[in-house]
């Protein structure tokens, strides 16, 4: 495992060597589960937000989940507390459509949680506001766009709160869509996530631009912790060193430079039906080609996080876990 540059930057929130026992994590799982799963093919967000109703898990086990992962090797584990439909898997006090008012009224944020502290496995926490699925959410409150941003702000803020008091110490939390908070937004929801948690790594998704040799940061994913590759392995050239660049915004003595250590997410299927959340048609990927990511991921001093998504009925397909486990067992003979 590649180590960061051993000087350390005091400007930043969490010094080099916290970010560096972060990254010995290496290896996690992504698990995408929501009203998405449900949805039958109709795919992403975009179709409209489907009937409560229709998330009803017949044989839900998070444990199996995360239980897989732990076999596996995985030493993290990434949970879509509420993707883009605007469904939450905890009962949210800021939000009818979660899983205390739907036919399986679980707490799968706590399920989750606790399995992994029972397996040994770091929890993190993935979170996606301000869609249009949240108009609902939202009601009359926001009737032009800066009131409707502040109140989707809001809004996310209250869920973190929620999250970050009410099920313990968790190692990430991942924010998709950050640029709709704004500059100013960010640095709150930055800075909150912080206050609450001071030894959370905060990922704010957007992958990367480059610019030559050099890798510059995305005016709309500053400030995080992380930067985020969305189904690819790194880059060949080391990625440690990332400008901020002209247009982000930052606060007065903050340096251009900063160690931002990386996180690959990864399908571990051809993402053909559901994307994310993987479908009955979903074909896992052959052995060799899921340990080439992994190898270079690692090569290139990054983490590696295979997206593992349940079935409708909450349990992990066996093939998905057989791929696992046989990677798991082929890993020591290239690892080195």
């Known amino acids: 495992m590649k180590e960061g540059p051993s000087a350390e930057r005091s400007v930043q929130r969490l010094s080099e060597s916290q970010l560096n026992d972060w990254l010995k994590l290496e290896y ?6 929501g009203m998405t799963t449900f949805s039958k093919g109709k795919g992403h967000e975009g179709h409209g937000p489907l009937p409560i109703d229709c998330y009803a898990p017949t044989d839900l086990d998070v444990g199996q989940w ?35 008012n739907s036919p399986c009224p ?32 939202l009601k009359d409150r926001a009737k032009d766009p800066a009131s409707r941003q ?3 702000l809001e809004y996310v803020t209250n869920q973190v709160t929620e999250l ?59 400030p995080t912790d992380v930067i985020v590759i969305e189904t690819s392995t790194p880059p060949f050239w080391p990625l440690d060193r990332f400008d901020l660049g002209e247009d982000v915004t930052r606060k007065p003595g903050e340096p251009e430079e900063y160690y931002l250590p990386t996180e690959c997410v990864m399908c571990m299927d051809d993402h053909a039906e559901l994307w994310w959340f993987g479908g009955p048609g979903a074909v896992v990927r052959g052995d ?40 798991a067992k082929n890993w020591p003979s290239v690892a080195g």
């Open 288 to 327: 060799l080609e899921l340990l080439a990511m992994r190898l270079l991921t690692r090569q290139r001093g990054a983490n590696c996080v295979f997206n593992v998504p349940p079935t409708p009925q909450g349990r992990l397909r066996q093939d998905y876990v057989d791929a696992l486990l046989r990677l």
């Open 150 to 152: 502040a109140a989707v």
């Open 66 to 100: 995360i239980s897989a992962a732990r076999d596996a090797g995985m030493k993290y584990a990434i949970l879509t507390v509420q993707h883009g439909t605007g469904f939450c898997l905890w009962p949210t006090k800021y939000n009818d459509y979660n899983v205390a």
């Open 164 to 222: 970050l008091t009410q099920y313990g110490e968790i190692a990430e939390m991942w924010f998709d869509g950050p640029g709709q908070y704004t500059p100013q937004g960010r640095r709150r929801l930055y800075d909150h996530v912080a206050s609450l948690q001071p030894q959370t790594v905060i990922a704010m998704n957007g992958a990367f631009e480059t610019n030559g040799m050099k890798t510059v940061v995305k005016p709309d994913t500053w």
């Open 106 to 137: 679980v707490d799968v944020v706590e399920a989750f949680v606790d399995a992994c502290r029972r397996c040994g496995v770091a929890p993190a926490f993935y979170h996606c506001g301000g869609h249009a699925s949240l108009a609902a959410v």
């Open 28 to 33: 996690g799982m992504f698990i995408h589960y």
